[in-house]
């Protein structure tokens, strides 16, 4: 992994935590397009903690074909990321206190404040960004994350990716939500492209999470 000089800078829109909003399909940012996706990926506590331990050492993008080429922790341990209430709306920050993780490669696990970026193409199409991590939950029974574009991709807005470990059924979900606004000239010409772009991702993310969708791409 190459550790460079990341632009300083913040996310390139405004509705910041808007995949947590539980009417995102109905009323998405402005001039965005939504999208959604859950599959029960399995049961039990022990699939539950794999699946979060890959999902934090950016195990779905880079399944997805995308390679990590630079990523830097938040500048000041200051800074805890966003918190989300129910509705998705901004509250206080968090006041997470974890000590930082690294993966085999010595690539830190996703961190609140941390900028990356990713390089790669999915379905021939680019999907370069330089991206923040808005927010991280780990809790015993939920981990996830929130990236948000900071810029230099085709099309701007934020992913959100959850765990969740239910208690009533003791069943595992993976759930990915997202918003994209067309950037790219062809994306807004043609922004069926958008969500052609977000199911190949989508499919890659279930297919690195989920043992039982690991088939060859």
Known sequence: MRR????????DYAAVG????PDLMQYPPEHSIPAEESWRIGSGEERFQIAGE????????????????????????AYA???????GTPIAPSTRDVEQRFDAEGTPFVGPGMTI??????GGMRADAELRVISVTEE???????????????????????????EDTDEVWFTVRAFDAPVGLLYRVLPALVKR??????????????PLYATPL
């Open 117 to 122: 970026r990713l390089d790669g193409r999915v």
């Open 18 to 21: 808007a995949t947590h909003a």
């Open 4 to 11: 460079g000089t990341f632009r300083a800078g913040t996310v």
């Open 81 to 87: 990321g966003v918190t989300f209430d129910e509705e």
């Open 54 to 77: 890959a999902l934090l050492s950016w195990t779905a993008q880079r399944a997805a074909g995308l390679s990590l080429q630079d990523v830097r922790p938040a500048a000041g341990p």
């Open 197 to 210: 772009r977000r199911r190949e991702l989508f499919a890659r993310y279930l297919r690195a999470i989920s």
């Open 140 to 166: 015993r029974r939920h981990i996830g994350f929130v990236l948000g574009t900071v810029g230099d991709s085709v099309v701007s807005g934020e992913e959100s990716f959850d765990l969740q470990w239910r």
